[in-house]
Each structure stands twice: as C-alpha cells, then as structure tokens.
C-alpha cells in the first residue's frame, strides 16, 4: 500500500492546480491549496506540511521566494517545483535553492505522484536516519566524564552530535582534561563500538620507532623485524584509533598520517598499500594553528583532523564542577560513604589544578589512603592544596607592647582577601575556615572591597 502524506500544491492556475489536488487526493494523500505565493506560504507556517509542490512563476511572491521562506523556516521540508517547458535553468536554480525535485510542464498524472512518491520516501528515510543517530547518541558513555559546568556541557552535547558519524575529531585542551575519556565516549557511541579502540601516545613513543608502531612492518624490512607486525591503524580496523599528542608527530611522518586520512590506505613499512577502516579521533595539548605558523605542522594534515574540533575546558575554568568530580573519584576508590569538610572542600575548589583532572583524581586517592578519620579536613589534603607547606620564618611581626587579637584577625581576614582578588572562596580556603565563618568575620568587622 503506498504511503501517503499531506501535501500543499501552491499554484496560479486554477485549473492545473485543481485536477492536480484531484490525483494526490486519489492516491490517498491529504492535500492543502493555495492560489498564490503569498497564501501558500501563510498556510506552510501554520501546517508545515512535509511536502510543499509549488510553481515558479506566479506573481507577487513567486516559487523561488516560497522555497527560500521554506528553507529557511524548516530546511526538512521536500518542495518540488513546477517549471514551464524550456525553462531547464529556473529549475536548476530552484535546485541550488534546496530544491528536492521539480516537475517540467506540461506533465501527466503518473510523473506528479512518481515524484510525490520519491519525497515521501525520502522522508521517511531521513526520519529514520534521525531516530537511529538519536538512538546512537542515548548510548555514548559519559559515566567517566563529570562537569555540569557550560564548559562540559557544551562537549557533552558535540559529543552527542557527532559520535554516530565517522567525522575526524580533534580534540584540545591541557594536558589532564579527559581527552582519553571523549575519545572513548566518541567510540561508545558510535557503530564502532563492538570494534577496538585503540590509542597511541605519539609523544611516548620514539620518533625512529614511531612509523613502525603506526603503520606496521613486514619481516626483514629493517634490522630486527624477524616477523611480520601490524600497526595500530590495522589493529584498529573496523573501529576507531586514537592519537593523543598528535602535535608531537615527526614532520616526516605527517604526510604518511595525512595519506591515511585521504586514501583510507596505509603502507606498512617494506610493504605494499592496504586498505582500512578506521576513525580516526586525534588529540594535542599545544596550539597545532600556532605550530603551522612555525612551520612545524602541516597545514593541511590539520585541517584533515580539525574536520569536528572540540575543546576541553580547564579545571581551573569550572570550579563549581570540583565537588562533582571529588565526590565522583572518592567513589570509584572505593569511598563513597567519606565526608568532606567544608573548609576542605573550599580549599579544593580554590586550588588551580595545572594538573586539571587528572591531577585532582590523584589528590583524592591520596586522601582516601592517608586519611585520619571518617571526614576529610585540610589535614587530609596535599600540602600545596592545603596551604600548609612550610615556608621559612614566621608570619606574625607583633610589636612587644603587644596586640589585639581582634585586629590581629581582621588584619588575617583583610590580607587573605588581597591575595586573593578579594575571592570569598578563596580567601576562605587560605585561612582554612568554612566561608560562612569568613562571612560572619566580614559582617562582624565591617570588611568590604569598596571600604
């Protein structure tokens, strides 16, 4: 049974237009009308049909002004255009436009619902295309990536969007920030995902050995290759390869890399060309736009792997994601059910992170094994964190008729604030006091930046 749809047939011509809402209603379809451009486009707003037939010449607002309206205000409409016998061009530019099909007059009753029919299927394929890729998007994996910042939203939903295609995806950011973990979630959630992931730390691996690694080698192609070995990009067939520190690539090696890309061919090396299957996600910590300045990486290898870039923010960019993230690591080791101060978690959150993610798991393991009770409290994390790490001399300079410990405090409370840009969380963490207590202190002695 063929499937039917609604249809609006915008034409000038009453007669045409007529026999032709005849035949489509015949065929099962649910047909709208409209006499001129300019109704035809008000009924498209307020239906949005799926399949818009309209003629180019009419007057007023004539059918390349209706298809643009309709582009614009839904680009997944199919419109096919009528066009008067001769006029091939007009119909080329309707096509240009975002055409889907046009209709030579005079045509029969068979060539329109042919025509009709293609939209229809059409249709229904592109939905499914969308239903499936929705589907493959609900599966990526972001279980090991936390952040309700924007920062991390903004990846989590280029992730998404992206995960279900083949697109080559660079990914940068500082070193620590979870390259690794979108790199997976890029593989879980795309049609690879029952295929390896394979990844490759170009900076770890020396540069004479690094050809070999990628791309494999035949036996006797080089002193010490008793056996034939595949690279990585064999191993990842049918999956996707990722390469991390890809900036630290040998400039020699970066034509072998960008030949890969294009042909989707590798040569191992002493052997001959083989095909492969991979997706390729590539990763680098330094600027690769400055380094094509200096002439150190390819421009054009670049732009092969900037086809999607996603950039991941620092810690440091997204405090309020920390508690997130402590509360995540003191879980995955094996510590869910520990507390943590609040003067420890301002501190946490007021500390910089240059290690960004990575180091902060690092933090937390450490206070999991060295802890001294069932709360951990300053004492509990890295000196630099803390600010406990020794310093040579005292801090205090008190004159020997003596102090007042009140002064003595809001001189403490004044010179925090300073250090820090006047940051509450932060002033709180380096007098290690919970910041409500840092409040009550500004109330109590009547502190403000503008005073």
């Keep these: 049974m063929p499937v039917t749809t609604t249809i609006l047939l915008i034409d000038d011509d009453d007669s045409l237009r007529r026999v032709n809402e005849y035949?489509?209603?015949?065929?099962?379809?649910?047909?709208?009308?409209?006499?001129?451009?300019?109704?035809?486009?008000?009924?498209?707003?307020?239906?949005?049909?799926?399949?818009?037939?309209?003629?180019?010449?009419?007057?007023?607002?004539?059918?390349?002004?209706?298809?643009?309206?309709?582009?614009?205000?839904?680009?997944?409409?199919?419109?096919?255009?009528?066009t008067a016998h001769g006029t091939v061009e007009k119909a080329v530019a309707a096509m240009k436009l975002g055409a889907f099909d046009y209709l030579t007059k005079p045509f029969g009753r068979d060539e329109l619902l042919l025509a009709i029919e293609r939209a229809v299927v059409y249709q229904g394929l592109r939905q499914e295309n969308l239903r499936l890729r929705e589907a493959l998007s609900d599966r990526v994996d972001f279980s090991r990536l936390v952040?309700?910042?924007?920062?991390m939203q903004r990846v989590f939903e280029l992730v998404r969007r992206v995960a279900a295609s083949d697109a080559t995806v660079l990914l940068g950011g500082e070193s620590g920030t979870g390259k690794e973990l979108v790199a997976r979630a890029l593989h879980h959630g795309s049609e690879r995902r029952e295929r390896p992931f394979v990844a490759v730390n170009c900076a770890a691996?020396?540069?004479?050995?690094?050809?070999?690694?990628?791309?494999?080698?035949?036996?006797?192609?080089?002193?010490?290759?008793?056996?034939?070995?595949?690279?990585?990009?064999?191993?990842?067939?049918?999956?996707?390869?990722?390469?991390?520190?890809?900036?630290?690539?040998?400039?020699e090696l970066q034509p072998k890399l960008l030949r890969a890309l294009q042909e989707r061919?590798?040569?191992?090396?002493?052997?001959?060309?083989?095909?492969?299957?991979?997706?390729?996600?590539?990763?680098?910590?330094?600027?690769?736009?400055?380094?094509?300045?200096?002439?150190?990486?390819?421009?054009?290898?670049?732009?092969?792997?900037?086809?999607?870039?996603?950039?991941?923010?620092p810690l440091r960019t997204r405090r309020g994601d920390i508690?997130?993230?402590?509360?995540?690591?003191?879980?995955?080791?094996?510590?869910?059910?520990?507390?943590?101060s609040e003067a420890a978690l301002a501190a946490l959150c007021a500390y910089d992170w240059p290690g960004n993610v990575r180091e902060l798991e690092n933090a937390v393991e450490r206070m999991v094994?060295?802890?001294?009770?069932?709360?951990?409290?300053?004492?509990?994390?890295?000196?630099?964190?803390?600010?406990?790490?020794?310093?040579?001399?005292?801090?205090?300079?008190?004159?020997?008729?003596?102090?007042?410990l009140e002064a003595l405090e809001r001189e403490a409370v004044l010179e925090a604030l300073r250090r820090n840009g006047w940051n509450q969380t932060r002033a709180a963490a380096f007098l290690r006091i919970p910041r409500h207590t840092l409040i009550y202190r500004l109330e109590k002695y009547g502190i403000s930046k503008e005073g």
Aim: no cysteine.
């Design 265 to 313: 061919e590798i040569e191992p090396v002493g052997g001959t060309p083989r095909r492969i299957d991979v997706r390729l996600v590539a990763a680098s910590n330094r600027d690769l736009e400055e380094a094509m300045g200096q002439g150190r990486f390819r421009e054009d290898l670049y732009y092969r792997l900037a086809v999607i870039p996603i950039e991941l923010p």
């Design 205 to 251: 691996i020396p540069s004479e050995l690094l050809e070999s690694e990628l791309f494999g080698h035949v036996k006797g192609a080089f002193t010490g290759a008793i056996r034939e070995r595949k690279g990585k990009f064999e191993l990842a067939d049918g999956g996707t390869l990722f390469l991390d520190e890809v900036g630290e690539l040998p400039p």
């Design 369 to 404: 094994l060295l802890r001294r009770g069932e709360e951990l409290d300053l004492l509990d994390l890295p000196p630099k964190v803390s600010g406990h790490e020794r310093r040579p001399g005292g801090v205090l300079n008190l004159p020997d008729e003596g102090y007042s």
């Design 147 to 151: 952040g309700s910042s924007e920062g």
């Design 23 to 82: 035949h489509l209603q015949q065929a099962g379809h649910r047909v709208l009308t409209a006499a001129d451009g300019a109704a035809g486009f008000a009924l498209f707003q307020r239906e949005i049909p799926p399949v818009v037939v309209t003629d180019i010449q009419m007057p007023g607002l004539d059918g390349y002004a209706v298809l643009k309206g309709i582009k614009a205000l839904h680009p997944e409409t199919a419109v096919i255009v009528i």
């Design 323 to 340: 508690p997130l993230l402590v509360r995540h690591f003191l879980t995955r080791h094996g510590a869910a059910e520990l507390k943590v």
